[in-house]
């Protein structure tokens, strides 16, 4: 699936913009708006628009609400098509090659010097003067990657439904935190190091991440997976929250990347263990909106297929 693609086409359509447009119009989310004035991390889904665009409006919104100068996107560098992800995660695999893949893929990306690509025209970036950890991309591995680009055509019309200058955003897309050998996250204290020393009062911090992938077209070879079941929702959301506890909370990374990998199949295992470093002592969380949305027609899929759309606050 080229999601890149089906994503850019859907909200490129007249009703696209429109739809986005009438959801920048609704009233504020003082929550959201509090979230960020107080340093906290706000993390909004990419699925499709019907399903996430009003909840990564209520983040827009928020952020030309409350004045933010800056913005930091920690976005999804989705691995399951890459050689290296499977490489380095494969055990079956010669050491050497597996951490050769990990090299590949570690830590953060940021796309070269200039605008952000939208349906509706580029939008501005910036970069900092210390690059830290993170690596600007050479090799094209952002090219098919998309888990920012909603929210930035969101961005991109926000400044001209709030009638305000775009906030300039530095997108940081999240590779492999964890070595996956001996699962070591000191790539995520790296990065979240770097992080603290960048973030000053006025930018903002945001970031990415569908919690849940679940049925037909995610399980595993030989996975049972339930027919469709209302408690599915909440049964998910009470493993989301043991992801978050263990990560947020406890401080046990290794716990939250197991819940992660092995329950949700969340593309925030690599994120989470960063953001947790980086918020340090004012670890905590809110779940602000949680369901799952039907995948199955999207993917022409037999039901049940769900990816998690879900609205959190870290910090």
Not at 47 to 68: D, E, H, M, P
Not at 125 to 134: H, I, S
Request: proline letters at 7%.
């Amino acid at each position: 699936m080229d999601w890149k693609s089906y994503y850019r086409a859907e909200i490129a359509r007249p009703e696209g913009r429109d739809a986005i447009a009438g959801f920048l119009r609704n009233r504020g989310d003082p929550w959201i708006e509090g979230a960020i004035e107080r340093g906290a991390v706000v993390s909004f889904p990419h699925t499709a628009l019907r399903y996430a665009g009003a909840l990564q409006a209520r983040v827009v919104s928020a952020l030309y609400r409350r004045g933010i100068s800056r913005i930091v996107a920690l976005g999804v560098l989705h691995g399951s098509g890459r050689e290296a992800f499977r490489t380095a995660r494969d055990e079956g695999r010669p050491p050497e090659e597996r951490r050769a893949g990990f090299s590949e893929v570690k830590g953060g990306f940021i796309p070269p010097r200039g605008p952000f690509d939208t349906p509706f025209g580029g939008y501005p970036t910036w970069r900092p003067a210390d690059g830290g950890p993170v690596r600007i991309d050479r090799s094209g591995i952002l090219a098919s990657e998309f888990s920012l680009d909603t929210f930035v055509s969101i961005l991109k019309v926000g400044s001209e439904v709030f009638e305000k200058e775009p906030i300039p955003i530095l997108p940081i897309f999240i590779g492999m935190t964890r070595e996956p050998m001996n699962g070591d996250f000191a790539v995520a204290s790296s990065l979240a190091a770097w992080l603290r020393r960048l973030v000053r009062p006025g930018i903002a911090v945001v970031t990415t991440g569908d919690l849940v992938h679940y049925g037909t077209a995610y399980a595993a070879p030989g996975e049972t997976v339930k027919e469709d079941d209302p408690r599915l929702t909440d049964g998910f959301r009470a493993e989301v929250k043991r992801m978050l506890e263990a990560g947020l909370i406890e401080g046990d990374d290794e716990e939250a990347y197991r819940v992660s990998t092995e329950i949700l199949k969340s593309d925030q295992r690599e994120i989470l263990p960063v953001v947790a470093a980086y918020l340090d002592g004012k670890r905590r969380y809110d779940i602000v909106h949680f369901e799952l949305s039907d995948y199955a027609g999207i993917l022409d899929v037999v039901p049940p297929c769900w990816v998690a759309s879900a609205l959190l606050i870290y910090g």
